[in-house]
Structure formats: structure tokens, C-alpha cells
């Protein structure tokens, strides 16, 4: 079955990196998505990029991380890794960061109730 692992979440101070890394396997779509969503304490939870692979290779980045957030993918067979590199890092980006899965395309990218597959999430704090 499916299975998505995060890490890489931490506490750094504002102006700081992190990368979040998310092992993905268990699957054979030929084309899917991997999103990176949070979600913060008393907020909704929000898309923050997205990369799908069909052939070729779509990024999507929410209005708010866009210049500061990379998303990308490492793929090695059965296995796909897919990374945020977080630069210039704000306090209101802490949030439990996960990973999700949708085979194809779903949009709006961001519509999180669409994808059937999550990860456990991985913690970032962000400190002013």
C-alpha cells in the first residue's frame, strides 16, 4: 500500500532553511501528484506546493511561499522523494507540515480533500 514518511521539520529562527523530505512508495500510477500541505493550530489546513509528474514535470507553489519554497522530486525506481526546501523562513510558517498523494491531476492543486493519501507530518517552527 501506499506509504508516505516525512521529515526533516525542526525549530530554526526567522530568516532561516529547512528541507522537508518525504519517502513515497507503494504505488505505480504513471502520473500523479505530491502535494506538501499545513497546518497550524486553529487554522485550516492549506496547500503549500505541488509537483506532478506526467512525462513531463508541473510545479504549483501557494501565492504565499512562492520565491522562498522549492519543491522537488528524487526518483529511484519503486521509490519517489519529494522535497521542500524552505528559505527565508517566516513565525506564521510553523505549522505540522505534510506530504500527500493523488494519482493524476486534481485541481485546484491545493484541494487536499482529494488526495486519498497522507503522511504522518513532520513539525516546523519558526521563531521571530
Known amino acids: 500500500q501506499v506509504q508516505l514518511v516525512e521529515s526533516g521539520g525542526g525549530s530554526v529562527q526567522a530568516g532561516g532553511s529547512l528541507r522537508l523530505s518525504c519517502a513515497a512508495s507503494?504505488?505505480?500510477?504513471?502520473?500523479?501528484?505530491l502535494g506538501w500541505f499545513r497546518q497550524a493550530p486553529g487554522k485550516e489546513r492549506e496547500g503549500v506546493a505541488a509537483?506532478?509528474?506526467?512525462?513531463?514535470?508541473?510545479?504549483?507553489?501557494a501565492d504565499s511561499v512562492k520565491g522562498r519554497f522549492t519543491i522537488s522530486i528524487s526518483r529511484d525506481n519503486a521509490k519517489n522523494t519529494v522535497y521542500l526546501q524552505m528559505n527565508s523562513l517566516k513565525p506564521e510558517d510553523t505549522a505540522m507540515y505534510y506530504c500527500?498523494?493523488?494519482?493524476?491531476?486534481?485541481?485546484?492543486?491545493?484541494?487536499?480533500?482529494?488526495?486519498?493519501?497522507w503522511g504522518q507530518g513532520t513539525q516546523v517552527t519558526v521563531s521571530s
Open positions: 500527500a498523494l493523488i494519482s493524476g491531476r486534481v485541481s485546484p492543486w491545493n484541494a487536499g480533500a482529494f488526495y486519498p493519501s
Open positions: 509537483i506532478y509528474i506526467a512525462g513531463g514535470t508541473t510545479y504549483y507553489y
Open positions: 507503494g504505488f505505480s500510477y504513471s502520473a500523479f501528484t
